[in-house]
T-cell receptor
Framework: AQTVTQSQPEMSVQEAETVTLSCTYD???????LFWYKQPPSRQMILVIR??????QNATENRFSVNFQKAAKSFSLKISDSQLGDTAMYFC???????????FGSGTRLLVRP | NAGVTQTPKFQVLKTGQSMTLQCAQD?????MYWYRQDPGMGLRLIYY???????DKGEVPNGYNVSRLNKREFSLRLESAAPSQTSVYFC???????????????FGPGTRLTVT
């Protein structure tokens, strides 16, 4: 069965610094997609970044980038120049190419300190 | 564009009562989903509808039913609410499914349901 593991329940970072959130997953498939979603206190789920497994280049979106290690089944999120508005729960999610199902990790609560 | 809307935002039920959570999207998406989020856990799929006229069970379907009323609307019904169904419920939609496409799921704001 596919699983997504986020081993850091909570993290804290000083404003303007860099933080990395970890995610590992398990699958026997070769084609799949990985996502990081942000959930601020408003509860709204917001897509931060996505990565296609067939792409070797790591995805970047402004201050957000990923380190995708396919062999290690690792997909970490790096947030540069952290801002107070980055305070939120962050969920890693996974979907196999052959499935509709989006599987979520348990989340990492990130606090950005002023 | 409102995106994905859900009603109500909050609801308190007594054990055994029934209710329907409503969801609508205005993005002309083919696929829609219902998730629940429990404390300390990620979202888990309850049911999904790949396209209008079809529905399928997800990871945790017991105690729920769904109706894909039309392309825009996808409702979730609790026939006899139980305290274990206390959760935050999210509806989501996506363009659909095509092999090779990393479609994005767009989420509604959620409904906080408490069953006493």
């Amino acid at each position: 069965a596919q699983t997504v593991t986020q081993s850091q329940p909570e993290m804290s970072v000083q404003e303007a610094e860099t933080v990395t959130l970890s995610c590992t997953y398990d699958t026997s498939e070769n084609n799949y997609y990985l996502f990081w979603y942000k959930q601020p206190p408003s509860r709204q789920m917001i897509l931060v970044i996505r990565q296609e497994a067939y792409k070797q280049q790591n995805a970047t979106e402004n201050r957000f980038s990923v380190n995708f290690q396919k062999a290690a089944k690792s997909f970490s999120l790096k947030i540069s120049d952290s801002q107070l508005g980055d305070t939120a729960m962050y969920f890693c999610a996974f979907r196999e190419d052959s499935s509709y199902k989006l599987i979520f990790g348990s989340g990492t609560r990130l606090l950005v300190r002023p | 564009n409102a995106g994905v809307t859900q009603t109500p935002k909050f609801q308190v039920l007594k054990t055994g009562q029934s209710m329907t959570l409503q969801c609508a999207q205005d993005m002309n998406h083919n696929s829609m989903y219902w998730y629940r989020q429990d404390p300390g856990m990620g979202l888990r799929l309850i049911y999904y509808s790949a396209s209008e006229g079809t529905t399928d069970k997800g990871e945790v379907p017991n105690g729920y039913n769904v109706s894909r009323l039309n392309k825009r609307e996808f409702s979730l019904r609790l026939e006899s609410a139980a305290p274990s169904q206390t959760s935050v419920y999210f509806c989501a939609s996506s363009e659909g499914y095509t092999s090779g496409d990393s479609y994005e799921q767009y989420f509604g704001p959620g409904t906080r349901l408490t069953v006493t």
